[in-house]
């Protein structure tokens, strides 16, 4: 099995900043692209970054500029650094990574269970 922790969730002020963990354990034998995405109440989930394992970079334009994805790849981790927070920011984010478990194996997709991040006065 494949597990995503992630970490780092909570409530902050505007303007504020906050930095989202997300640790892949298990049965690996690479981890492929890893991302972000985060779901408002009563939205759909929508992407927020993504980095492969060469560091190539894709982000929503909503987040340009604010929010920096970054990843170590021995370690399995994919981060999030949340800056310039705004109140449209608050949303549940989750950790998004295509993993592969074993040589030959197809690639399969994984989730995390979900960090809230509030941004509110």
């Known amino acids: 099995q494949v597990q995503l922790v992630e970490s780092g969730g909570g409530l902050v002020q505007p303007g504020g900043s906050l930095r989202l963990s997300c640790a892949a354990s298990?049965?690996?034998?690479?981890?492929?692209?890893m991302g972000w995405y985060r779901q408002a109440p009563g939205k759909q989930r929508d992407l927020v970054a993504t980095i492969n394992t060469g560091g190539r970079i894709a982000y929503a334009d909503s987040v340009k500029g604010r929010l920096t994805i970054s990843r170590d790849n021995a370690e399995k981790t994919v981060y999030l650094q949340m800056n310039s927070l705004k109140p449209e920011d608050t949303a549940v984010y989750y950790c998004?990574?295509?993993?592969?478990?074993?040589?030959?194996?197809?690639?399969?997709?994984?989730w995390g269970q979900g960090t809230q991040v509030t941004v509110s006065s």
């Open positions: 298990g049965s690996i034998f690479r981890v492929n692209t």
């Open positions: 998004n990574a295509r993993v592969i478990r074993f040589p030959g194996a197809y690639e399969n997709t994984y």
